[in-house]
C-alpha cells in the first residue's frame, strides 16, 4: 500500500471512531435532558390516571405496527431464520408500554424458537426492564438482539433522536434487522450520513420512521489490515541496520 494512502486511511480509522465515541458517551447536560424526560413521562402518567380513573393503555398489536411501517414480521422473521440458522432469535421491544405485539409475534406459527424483551421507562408498563433507550448498551451489551423494534417508543420521544438510534444500531447483531420510530426519518439529508456512519443499510422510510438492516463488516466492506506507524518504524530501523551492517563488512569501515 501507499505509505501516504496508509497515513490516509489511518486518519480516517481515527477520525470515524472518535465520531462513533461521540454517540456512545452521555454528558450531564444530556442526562438531565434524559431524566426531564422521565419525570414529565411519570407527570402525565399521574394525570392521565386522576383525570380518567384508569391508566393509559398502550393498545398497540402486530397488525397495527405492521400497517405503521408498512412491513411484514413474517417475511422480516424468514430473512433472519435465513441469516442464523439453528438459533434462538432474540427480539428488543423497546418502549413496549402495555402492547401485547410481543406475546402476539411470539404466538404466530412463523415464530419458532424466539425470546421477546420489552423495556420501557413508564412504571405502569409491563416492561421486563426499566432502562431508557439511551441506556439499552449498558444494560445489555452489544450485539446481542436480531430484531428490534421500536415503534412509538424511546427513539421517538428522546430528546437525543441521533443517539437513540446509534444505541439501537449497538445492540444488533450484524445482519439483523431494526423497525425504528424515530424524528430522523423527516431529515432527509441527515439520515443518509447517519447511515454511512452507523454502518446500516436503510430499506425504507415513510412517516412513521425507517427500517433497516445493519451491515455486516466495514461500511465499505471488509478492509484489508493496514500497517501501524510503529511496524513501519520498526521496519525501516531494520533495514537500515541491515543496509550499515553490509557496507561495514564490504569495506571495513
Same mark, same amino acid.
Given at each position: 500500500?501507499?505509505?501516504?494512502?496508509?497515513?490516509?486511511?489511518?486518519?480516517?480509522?481515527?477520525?470515524?471512531?472518535?465520531?462513533?465515541?461521540?454517540?456512545?458517551?452521555?454528558?450531564?447536560?444530556?442526562?438531565?435532558?434524559?431524566?426531564?424526560?422521565?419525570?414529565?413521562?411519570?407527570?402525565?402518567?399521574?394525570?392521565?390516571?386522576?383525570?380518567?380513573?384508569?391508566?393509559?393503555?398502550?393498545?398497540?398489536?402486530?397488525?397495527?405496527?405492521?400497517?405503521?411501517?408498512?412491513?411484514?414480521?413474517?417475511?422480516?422473521?424468514?430473512?433472519?431464520?435465513?441469516?442464523?440458522?439453528?438459533?434462538?432469535?432474540?427480539?428488543?421491544?423497546?418502549?413496549?408500554?402495555?402492547?401485547?405485539?410481543?406475546?402476539?409475534?411470539?404466538?404466530?406459527?412463523?415464530?419458532?424458537?424466539?425470546?421477546?424483551? +420489552?423495556?420501557? =421507562? &413508564? /412504571?405502569? %408498563?409491563?416492561?421486563?426492564?426499566?432502562?431508557?433507550?439511551?441506556? !439499552?448498551?449498558?444494560? #445489555? $451489551?452489544?450485539?446481542?438482539?436480531?430484531?428490534?423494534?421500536?415503534?412509538?417508543?424511546?427513539?421517538?420521544?428522546?430528546?437525543?433522536?441521533?443517539?437513540?438510534?446509534?444505541?439501537?444500531?449497538?445492540?444488533?447483531?450484524?445482519?439483523?434487522?431494526?423497525?425504528?420510530?424515530?424524528?430522523?426519518?423527516?431529515?432527509?439529508?441527515?439520515?443518509?450520513?447517519?447511515?454511512?456512519?452507523?454502518?446500516?443499510?436503510?430499506?425504507?422510510?415513510?412517516?412513521?420512521?425507517?427500517?433497516?438492516?445493519?451491515?455486516?463488516?466495514?461500511?465499505?466492506?471488509?478492509?484489508?489490515?493496514?500497517?501501524? +506507524?510503529?511496524? =513501519? &518504524? /520498526?521496519? %525501516?530501523?531494520?533495514?537500515?541496520?541491515?543496509?550499515?551492517?553490509? !557496507?561495514?563488512?564490504? #569495506? $571495513?569501515?
Amino acid at each position: 500500500m501507499n505509505p501516504k494512502k496508509r497515513r490516509m486511511w489511518i486518519r480516517q480509522g481515527q477520525k470515524r471512531r472518535r465520531k462513533n465515541v461521540s454517540f456512545a458517551s452521555i454528558s450531564h447536560a444530556e442526562r438531565l435532558e434524559i431524566a426531564k424526560q422521565a419525570r414529565e413521562l411519570y407527570q402525565s402518567e399521574l394525570f392521565l390516571s386522576g383525570v380518567l380513573g384508569a391508566k393509559l393503555r398502550d393498545q398497540r398489536n402486530l397488525a397495527q405496527i405492521e400497517g405503521l411501517h408498512r412491513v411484514k414480521f413474517k417475511e422480516v422473521v424468514e430473512r433472519l431464520r435465513g441469516r442464523f440458522p439453528n438459533q434462538r432469535l432474540e427480539v428488543l421491544d423497546e418502549g413496549a408500554g402495555r402492547s401485547d405485539f410481543g406475546n402476539q409475534l411470539v404466538s404466530k406459527e412463523f415464530a419458532g424458537n424466539m425470546n421477546v424483551t +420489552r423495556t420501557d =421507562i &413508564r /412504571s405502569w %408498563t409491563q416492561a421486563d426492564r426499566e432502562v431508557n433507550v439511551i441506556g !439499552i448498551v449498558e444494560e #445489555f $451489551g452489544k450485539g446481542r438482539f436480531h430484531l428490534v423494534v421500536s415503534s412509538t417508543g424511546g427513539a421517538h420521544s428522546s430528546p437525543l433522536p441521533e443517539k437513540a438510534l446509534f444505541q439501537i444500531v449497538s445492540v444488533l447483531k450484524p445482519g439483523g434487522i431494526g423497525v425504528v420510530s424515530t424524528p430522523l426519518a423527516e431529515a432527509e439529508k441527515r439520515l443518509p450520513q447517519l447511515a454511512k456512519r452507523f454502518n446500516i443499510t436503510i430499506h425504507q422510510i415513510n412517516a412513521q420512521g425507517i427500517v433497516f438492516t445493519k451491515n455486516v463488516g466495514g461500511a465499505k466492506g471488509k478492509r484489508k489490515r493496514g500497517v501501524s +506507524r510503529m511496524r =513501519i &518504524r /520498526s521496519s %525501516t530501523a531494520k533495514s537500515g541496520r541491515g543496509i550499515f551492517a553490509w !557496507i561495514k563488512t564490504r #569495506f $571495513g569501515r
